[in-house]
T-cell receptor, first 115, second 114 residues
Framework: KNQVEQSPQSLIILEGKNCTLQ??????????LRWYKQDTGRGPVSLTI?????NTKSNGRYTATLDADTKQSSLHITASQLSDSASYIC??????????????FGRGTQLTVWP | DAGVIQSPRHEVTEMGQEVTLRCKPI?????LFWYRQTMMRGLELLIY????????DSGMPEDRFSAKMPNASFSTLKIQPSEPRDSAVYFC????????????FGAGSRLTVL
């Protein structure tokens, strides 16, 4: 069964600290993995997209890693800011060329950054 | 580009009423998706279109839900009759339809069915 599991479900950190969010998936065939940030009351916004051959990708203070062998990904946030408070959603896409090509969403990690 | 535009942003209606949600995708994007988000289930795909043709509607809950895409710049999601359990945020998203490209979401339509 195609699934995306994220941990932790929620996380509270102090401003300026680093944190790492985890994503494990069983989706196959794999096409790409995405991390999205969703602010309260807004739609998700893409942070990174990684294909099978990419094992790390950065977007400012956000760095995503991908281990396609173990089917794991992480999102590392450096020097957190209050504006990082949001839900972070891991999404895995199957091969869109197949009739079952689609996106599978994790439930998200709710990050709260305290001053 | 104004991004993916959804309307209405908020809708409150009574059980049994018809609800129509609207979406304008980004110009040039060939794929359009409708998602539903709840606290219990997170984001769920309802249906997606490629070049205005429905490709996967396996996520549509039941016959009360229907979606159309009459042209490349407009789509609707209709619920008739609505029920309290349909209360959720409904997102529309679009992308170019091939390759590892960015899926861009609208701001969502928050539906409350009383």
């Amino acid at each position: 069964k195609n699934q995306v599991e994220q941990s932790p479900q929620s996380l509270i950190i102090l401003e300026g600290k680093n944190c790492t969010l985890q994503c494990n998936y069983t989706v196959s065939p794999f096409s790409n993995l995405r991390w999205y940030k969703q602010d309260t009351g807004r739609g998700p916004v893409s942070l990174t997209i990684m294909t099978f051959s990419e094992n790390t990708k950065s977007n400012g203070r956000y760095t995503a890693t991908l281990d396609a062998d173990t089917k794991q990904s992480s999102l590392h946030i450096t020097a957190s800011q209050l504006s990082d408070s949001a839900s972070y959603i891991c999404v895995v896409e199957t091969d869109r060329g197949s009739t079952l090509g689609r996106l599978y969403f994790g439930r998200g990690t709710q990050l709260t950054v305290w001053p | 580009d104004a991004g993916v535009i959804q309307s209405p942003r908020h809708e409150v209606t009574e059980m049994g009423q018809e609800v129509t949600l609207r979406c304008k995708p980004i110009s040039g994007h060939n794929s359009l998706f409708w998602y539903r988000q709840t606290m219990m289930r997170g984001l769920e795909l309802l249906i997606y279109f490629n070049n205005n043709v429905p490709i996967d509607d396996s996520g549509m809950p039941e016959d009360r839900f229907s979606a159309k895409m009459p042209n490349a710049s407009f789509s609707t999601l209709k619920i008739q009759p609505s029920e309290p359990r349909d209360s959720a945020v409904y997102f529309c998203a679009s992308d170019r339809g091939h390759g590892a490209n960015v899926l861009t979401f609208g701001a969502g339509s928050r539906l409350t069915v009383l």
